[in-house]
């Protein structure tokens, strides 16, 4: 069974940085797609950045492209996502998902497998 377990959320100024991590276990990720959402009180989940595990492609939503980096360490079976530059609108709880294939990457129901989720909040 696929596990994700999703750390390094917290509370940081805007313009500072924060460094999630999505520690995956339970299966052989090779041609699986690692994703990063994230949601905000009242709103719906959003895609933020995904990554081929074996490939090393990656995809960005806009709002975070430039700023946001997505990347794995096969070696220790985890994902990150490098955020920089943050803004008080990047505050949202923040999802770590897989799913196997390229399909359909950007919307949310096209995971099977979520982390528990972990928050950041910018202030202002």
């Known amino acids: 069974q696929v596990q994700l377990v999703e750390s390094g959320g917290g509370l940081v100024q805007a313009g500072g940085s924060l460094r999630l991590s999505c520690a995956a276990s339970g299966g052989a990720f090779s041609g699986y797609v690692m994703g990063w959402f994230r949601q905000a009180p009242g709103k719906e989940r959003e895609f933020v950045a995904a990554?081929?595990?074996?490939?090393?492609?990656?995809y960005y939503a806009d709002s975070v492209n430039g700023r946001f980096t997505i990347f794995r360490d096969n070696a220790k079976n985890t994902v990150y996502l490098q955020m920089n530059s943050l803004k008080p609108g990047d505050t949202a709880v923040y999802y770590c998902?897989?799913?196997?294939?390229?399909?359909?990457?950007?919307?949310?129901?096209?995971?099977?497998?979520w982390g528990q989720g972990t928050q950041v909040t910018v202030s202002s």
């Open positions: 998902a897989a799913r196997f294939g390229l399909d359909s990457i950007y919307r949310t129901n096209a995971y099977a497998y």
């Open positions: 990554m081929t595990w074996s490939g090393g492609s990656t």
